[in-house]
C-alpha cells in the first residue's frame, strides 16, 4: 500500500541531531538539543523543527505542544554566531537561504493549528525571544531573563521581535527592548506581558503540565479557528515585513557593520561602536569593511580594489 504523505510518524523514526522530539500522553515536546552553545539554533536546528512541529500538527494525537531548551542555563539564544560568522559572513547571499529554514520554522510553530507553548528555562535572547512569541502561551521560571541583541552585534531583529514586540507589550516597551537591548527579568516580562506566567524552577515542569491539561480539555476543532483569528495582527505585521527582512539582512551581511559584532561576539571584545560612527562622521565609508570598491592597478589591470589598500590584492603591486 502506498505511504500516507499526511501520517504522523513515531518520534524514533526520526533522525533528529541537534533536536530531542517526543510525543505523549496527548503532548508533543520539542527540546533545542544544544546546551554547551546556550542552545543556539544551527541551519540544521532549524530545519529540524520544522519537521518536527509539521509532524506535531498532522498528529491528532497530540494536542499541544511544548518547546523548550536543554539543561536550565537557556532556552534558546538565537541563531549560532559561530555559525553565522563561519558560513555566512563568506556567503552573504545564503543568508537569504538561511532566513528561508528560519521562517520555515517559525511559520509552522505559529501554523500548527493546535496550541503551543514556550517553557523559558534560561535565557532566552535574540532569535530564541522570537520563538517563544510565536508560540500561544509562556511559562518561565524565575531566573530567567529575556532580551533582544540585535542592534548590539550588527542585526535587526526582524525575525518577529520587531514585528511582534509593539502588538505585545506596546510600542515604548517594543522600542526600549529593541534599541536598548538590556535584560528583563522573569518578572518584569510577566508585567510587560511576555509571558503569561513565572514560577519557581523546580515548579516550572508542574505548571508546564497543569496547563497542557486546561488546554488538552477543549474541542480541537474550536482550539484550532481560535488560534487562526487571534493570529490575525501578527499574521499581518509579520508577512508585511518577513520579505523585505530576508532580503535586507542577506545584503546587510555583507557590510561592515554585522562582522564587526559578530568577530566582537567571538572574540569576547566591546564592539567599535563609535569608531564606525567617527569615521561615518568625518565622511568615510564605515559600511566597507576596507573602504568602497574604488581603486584600480596600474601593474595587472584590477579593478573594485577597496579605498583603503596600498597594495593590489591581485598581484601585489603598490597602488598610487
Not at 528561508?100 to 509552522?108: G, K, L, P, S, T
Not at 486546561?214 to 474550536?222: A, N
Amino acid at each position: 500500500m502506498p505511504t500516507d504523505p499526511i501520517k504522523e510518524k513515531p518520534p524514533e523514526d526520526f533522525d533528529f541531531q541537534e533536536i530531542i522530539y517526543e510525543k505523549s500522553d496527548w503532548v508533543a515536546r520539542v527540546t533545542i538539543n544544544r546546551p554547551r552553545v546556550y542552545n543556539a539554533y544551527s541551519t540544521l536546528t532549524l530545519r529540524e523543527m520544522h519537521e518536527a512541529f509539521r509532524d506535531a500538527a498532522y498528529d491528532d494525537a497530540v494536542a499541544v505542544i511544548v518547546l523548550t531548551g536543554a539543561g536550565e542555563k537557556a532556552f534558546c539564544t538565537g541563531g549560532d554566531v559561530k555559525e553565522y560568522a563561519e558560513v555566512y559572513m563568506k556567503r552573504p547571499h545564503d543568508y537569504w537561504k538561511y532566513m528561508v529554514e528560519f521562517q520555515a520554522a517559525v511559520d509552522m510553530l505559529r501554523n500548527c493549528g493546535k496550541p503551543t507553548i514556550a517553557r523559558l528555562n534560561g535565557v532566552v535572547a535574540g532569535g530564541g525571544n522570537e520563538f517563544q512569541m510565536a508560540c500561544d502561551l509562556a511559562i518561565a521560571a524565575e531566573h530567567v531573563e529575556i532580551m533582544q541583541v540585535g542592534t548590539r552585534v550588527g542585526s535587526v531583529a526582524s525575525g518577529g521581535a520587531t514585528q511582534w514586540l509593539p502588538i505585545m507589550v506596546g510600542d515604548r516597551r517594543a522600542r526600549e527592548i529593541l534599541y536598548l537591548c538590556e535584560n528583563i527579568p522573569a518578572g518584569k516580562a510577566l508585567d510587560w506581558g511576555l509571558v503569561n506566567q513565572v514560577v519557581p524552577y523546580e515548579k516550572l515542569d508542574e505548571a508546564v503540565e497543569e496547563m497542557c491539561q486546561k488546554l488538552i480539555d477543549k474541542f480541537p476543532e474550536c482550539a484550532r479557528y481560535t488560534k487562526q483569528q487571534v493570529n490575525f495582527w501578527k499574521d499581518l505585521a509579520w508577512h508585511m515585513t518577513i520579505g523585505h527582512a530576508r532580503d535586507w539582512l542577506s545584503i546587510h551581511f555583507a557590510t561592515q557593520e554585522p562582522w564587526e559584532g559578530m568577530r566582537a561576539f567571538v572574540e569576547k571584545r566591546p564592539a567599535r561602536y563609535r569608531e564606525l560612527r567617527e569615521e561615518a562622521a568625518s565622511g568615510g565609508a564605515p559600511s566597507f569593511l576596507w573602504g568602497p570598491y574604488l581603486k584600480e592597478c596600474g601593474e595587472c589591470g584590477a579593478k573594485g580594489i577597496p579605498a583603503n589598500f596600498a597594495y593590489c590584492g591581485a598581484c601585489g603591486a603598490k597602488l598610487k
